[in-house]
């Protein structure tokens, strides 16, 4: 049987933390094997919000393929490619904006979310209202049934969804409308306990060194009612008890549990035990970065073969749909 196709991007805004290991690349990752994988970088996307400073982009663009590799994606498995190398997604993007109701763009809850939290920046242009019309191209350009996505996603999904079937009825079925794939991931909080983010400098990167691991999980916030040793803490409402159980051995972390109840831990030397599987965890991944990151040609040869593999899709979509609007 043939597989079901998926497709998933991410936006290369800055090196990727745990919460994007946890919460997106691990289910892509084991996602290979059963499905036909279209993962790229959407450096568009990323456009949308910082066009004020172009300049990173490109650089996060090669650092992200990087990552992606060093976690196992596989180019040999998967199609690995980058959204601005296939211009035909905006020409999609194009013919999609003349179907699209301003309506739906205007009441999408992502939308209305991101203007007050990026109150630092000026939102307020046609490329970010049009943000999810750009993600529906990126999506029914390749016909995917499926998009492993954060729920944060959904509504830009529903959108993709209205849009494919608007354009179905308005010129031929020839759009399936995808669906969010949702999977249980564990909560990775960054070490405040809000959401682990990097505007929120709050987080534990891919490529963290363990100094830089220790450093960074001694600054962790643990159990708030625990002042001193002697006090007995609760590792329930403890986040660095949360990175024990994602971490730590099972014979470890029940350890910690009991110890720390029984006051006979110290959050210290128990955050310095975490930090030390933490970094036995990332150091296989750190390995392979090194590799990859020392041989910057394979890395742009895997990008190549991906925008080829993705091209051959886009450009075949693209004729169907000049068919289709008669142009
Ligand atoms: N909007 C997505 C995010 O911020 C990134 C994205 C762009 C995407 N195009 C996509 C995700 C297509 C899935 C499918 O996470
Ligand atoms: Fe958290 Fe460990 Fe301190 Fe207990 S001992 S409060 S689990 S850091």
């Not at 109150?119 to 049009?130: I, P, Q």
Request: aromatic fraction near 8%.
């Amino acid at each position: 049987m043939e597989k079901k196709r998926i497709l998933s991007g991410m936006r290369p805004t800055g090196p990727l933390h745990l919460g994007n290991l946890h919460g997106a690349l691990a289910n892509w990752v084991n996602m290979q094997d059963e499905y036909d994988c279209f993962f790229f970088i959407a450096d568009w996307h990323a456009l949308t919000s910082d066009y004020e400073a172009p300049g990173a982009i490109s650089g996060y663009v090669k650092e992200m393929m990087i990552d992606w590799l060093s976690v196992g994606l596989s180019p040999e498995k998967s199609t690995l490619f980058v959204q601005s190398h296939m211009k035909e997604h905006a020409e999609l993007y194009l013919i999609l904006s003349m179907i699209t109701p301003v309506p739906w763009l205007e009441r999408n809850p992502t939308y209305k979310e991101q203007i007050i939290q990026l109150a630092n920046k000026d939102l307020s242009t046609f490329g970010f209202l049009g943000y999810p019309v750009l993600q529906a191209a990126d999506i029914i350009i390749y016909k995917a049934h499926g998009v492993p996505v954060g729920v944060d996603q959904v509504p830009h999904i529903e959108i993709t969804r209205e849009i494919a079937r608007r354009f179905n009825h308005l010129y031929g079925n020839l759009f399936p409308e995808p669906k969010a794939i949702l999977t249980e991931t564990p909560k990775i909080l960054g070490i405040d306990r809000r959401k682990m983010s990097k505007s929120y400098n709050n987080a534990i990167y891919m490529s963290d060194n363990p100094d830089k691991i220790s450093e960074t999980v001694a600054r962790m916030v643990t159990d708030p009612q625990r002042a001193r040793k002697s006090d007995p803490g609760n590792p329930d409402v403890c986040n660095v008890y949360e990175f024990h159980k994602l971490y730590s051995e099972d014979k470890t972390v029940k350890d910690v549990n009991a110890r720390c109840r029984a006051a006979k831990i110290g959050c210290v030397e128990c955050k310095q035990i975490m930090a030390g599987n933490l970094a036995k965890f990332l150091e296989p991944i750190r390995e392979k970065r090194a590799y990859y990151e020392s041989r910057p040609d394979l890395v742009n040869d895997i990008i190549n073969t991906g925008d080829e593999k993705a091209g051959k899709v886009v450009q075949q979509t693209m004729e169907e749909v000049r068919t289709a609007i008669k142009m």
